[in-house]
């Protein structure tokens, strides 16, 4: 069974930083699609960031140049640097995985099969 852990949440102020962490337990391969979604109150989940099947990365437009998605195979573990960071980007961040994924697909959370429960990320202006 696999299982994702999120960490790394909290509160910061516009244009400051924060890291998140995911831990993967169970059934994951380095070639494993992990990815990062977030979503706020009312609104849909939104594609963050991935990297697909454990090498390319990939962004959603309004983070680009800001968030940085990387991975530890050997910890099992990927992370989102987030920096510049807006108050728009205030949501609840959540990890995903899927061992299937292909690459039309990368930002559709419908594709992913593991989810963690989320880590709270509030920007203040």
């Known amino acids: 069974q696999v299982q994702l852990v999120e960490s790394g949440g909290g509160l910061v102020q516009a244009g400051g930083s924060l890291s998140l962490s995911c831990a993967v337990s169970?059934?994951?391969?380095?070639?494993?699609?992990m990815a990062w979604f977030r979503q706020a109150p009312g609104q849909e989940r939104e594609f963050v960031a991935a990297?697909?099947?454990?090498?390319?990365?990939y962004y959603g437009d309004s983070v680009k140049g800001r968030f940085t998605i990387s991975r530890d195979n050997a910890k099992k573990t990927v992370f989102l640097q987030m920096s510049s960071l807006k108050p728009e980007d205030t949501a609840l961040y959540y990890c995903?995985?899927?061992?299937?994924?292909?690459?039309?697909?990368?930002?559709?959370?419908?594709?992913?099969?593991?989810w963690g429960q989320g880590t709270q990320v509030t920007v203040s202006s």
């Open positions: 995903a995985l899927d061992n299937r994924m292909i690459l039309s697909s990368i930002g559709d959370p419908i594709h992913y099969d593991y």
């Open positions: 169970g059934g994951t391969s380095s070639t494993s699609t």
């Open positions: 990297i697909f099947r454990g090498s390319r990365s």
